[in-house]
DNA sequence: CATTTACAATTGTATGACAAATCATAGTAA
DNA sequence: TTACTATGATTTGTCATACAATTGTAAATG
């Protein structure tokens, strides 16, 4: 992987996207000016400008004469950027966010596995069956479980075929990723879950597009409601 | 509306990213060095050097050192980047590409349906049945067709009060656009259409999830279908 | 032949100066 | 008073120049 502060502008582009995302600075907020940006991170404007304009890229701020650096209302950020899907994850997710990426997975994973069973080809169906295999190891301690895990939801976005699904690959690793912290799988895959991943496999494999869209759907929904439900507990307090 | 051309970055930036995605720049393909950039748009480097990193923020490029600017692989891009949306809207979008994204939003849309039905708020409706009235005001020609369609769909994903699928606004909209194109549909929204949306609308008013789903779904698998059979035809050519 | 060294090309960073945009204020005229 | 105007101050926008850091290529060296 690429280390993500390759330069000046990379490492101050990471430390405001994280204050953003974490709350520091607030939707609406103004940010230190680039005089001040300069002083605190003791670079030149030209680093800091340059990192401006990259959080500009992502939909975080906007940058004005005189009105200065602000944040701007969140329905314009980049949410399935791969950075900013990081800095979200470095912040604290709570249920409702979990819940809020459970919904889009719903939405995705089912009709990914219908399309991957209508459009893999020979490499995509073995790179899915590679990663059962990683997931049967793992299931033994042989292989490491949340990789295997991601890995097997990813083959099956990128069989898809789907330039739009493919892109959706770090969405669902972030959204993987709150799962397990809050789920605190530390340990093993269980039995059941296994056996899913097998049978959405199955019917990718034999090319059976409602199967495959079935079987992924009622994994999603299982998920969906333990959090509706912890959700609801919550509420009712 | 915010004109995308506030300074030279933003211009740079455009014409660049447009290249990109109508293949004049392919990837893996080097893009003229900053110094030819600067020369070829007349502006210095410190402008150049801001478009560049805007790029490569939003995936398409990457920058180093002696290797100079290349276009990255297109499983990089932030695809679901409003610029990049409406610069592949100003490529040659093919029936494939139609495909795709008509693939997604039936993913999306049914499901964004069954969120409204859930979560939608008393303003989220109103906007909804806003929407409606204009459509009804299209098929009268006192309002504009295309405009009107795509606030309705965009009023809905809304009205799940899910940022994710909010964030996936300029996706949807920019998908109606290219279908708007192929179908050329010039003239008003038949009554069919109307009352589709009106079924949709009715459910999630009504707060009944699973028929908001179905009501979607059908109009999106029908859609989906159209293009596929067009596609099925070139192909058997 | 392998290894090291030196060079060249390209991006990375810093600085200083001035231009342009825009908000706030004070001043001016009706 | 009120509305408009002029002015000034603040902040980002742009330019030019210089040098550092990175890295691929080729020459020199053992």
Redesign the pocket.
């Known amino acids: 992987m690429e280390p993500s502060h390759?330069?000046?502008?990379?490492?101050v582009v990471h430390e405001l996207g994280k204050k953003i995302m974490e709350g520091t600075y607030k939707v609406g907020d103004?940010?230190?000016?680039?005089?001040?940006?300069?002083t605190q991170?003791?670079?030149?404007?030209?680093?800091?400008?340059?990192a401006?304009?990259m959080l500009?890229a992502k939909g975080l701020i906007s940058?004005?004469?005189?009105?200065?650096?602000k944040v701007v209302d969140s329905k314009y950020w980049n949410l399935f950027d791969v950075d900013v899907l990081n800095w979200i994850l470095l912040g604290k997710p709570d249920l409702y966010l979990l819940r809020h990426f459970l919904q889009l997975r719903l939405a995705i994973e089912p009709e990914a596995a219908s399309l991957a069973a209508q459009f893999a080809q020979e490499s995509d169906i073995e790179n899915i069956e590679h990663a059962l295999v990683r997931m049967k190891n793992a299931t033994n301690g042989q292989d490491d479980t949340h990789e295997a895990d991601i890995d097997f939801h990813q083959s099956v976005l990128c069989a898809s075929n789907n330039p739009f699904f493919i892109q959706l690959n770090n969405f669902i690793e972030t959204a993987l990723k709150i799962n397990i912290r809050f789920t605190n799988r530390l340990v093993a895959v269980t039995v059941e879950e296994y056996q899913a991943h097998v049978d959405i496999f199955e019917h990718i494999k034999n090319k059976e597009p409602q199967a495959a869209f079935d079987a992924a759907l009622i994994t999603q929904k299982e998920t969906l409601a333990i959090v509706n439900n912890q959700i609801a507990v919550l509420e009712s307090k």
């Open positions: 390759r330069n000046l502008a990379h490492q103004s940010l230190p000016s680039e005089a001040d940006l300069c991170f003791n670079i030149s404007r030209t680093a800091t400008r340059e401006v304009k500009t940058s004005r004469p005189r009105q200065g650096i």
